[in-house]
């Protein structure tokens, strides 16, 4: 179940972290899952003794061949009942690009406005959940305008 957040869970293990990167000029980036043929945020698992930091960091080198910044905002969650855990999404910010190590289950990014993801996701799979963690990702940047109803 997807819940926007302020601060991290406290009541069930985080199991995964997630994160909407954006860089200097707006636009942020998500990258190809080959093996479900879908554009998903940068993420994954937090491997045994990695803080939820060092998971993030590991993830989005592994995914996307990038560096985030300190600036990292938990902004939504989802609880799985299976494992009950969470996997917390932040809005982040792109340091730098470095090589993206190959043997991965990602095969690049793909940088774009966050209207352009929306539409794209809306296209290849209209998965609900994911645009409205982008959308949330959005107007908390301030790349999206949130309307009267609280969406964009």
Known sequence: MLTFITELPTDFPIGGVHCVPVLDNGNMMMVWDKDEQVLTTIGGRIEADESLEEALDREVMEEAGIELTGRRIPFASWFWASTEGYTVY????????????????????????????????????????????????????GMLAQDENGER
């Open 90 to 141: 932040y809005l982040s910010e792109v340091k730098r690009f470095s090589e993206m190590p190959a043997g991965f289950e990602k095969t690049g990014y793909v940088i774009m406005n966050f209207e352009t993801a929306i539409a794209m996701i809306t296209a290849i799979e209209g998965r609900s959940e994911r645009i409205e963690i982008i959308r949330r990702a959005g107007v908390l940047s």
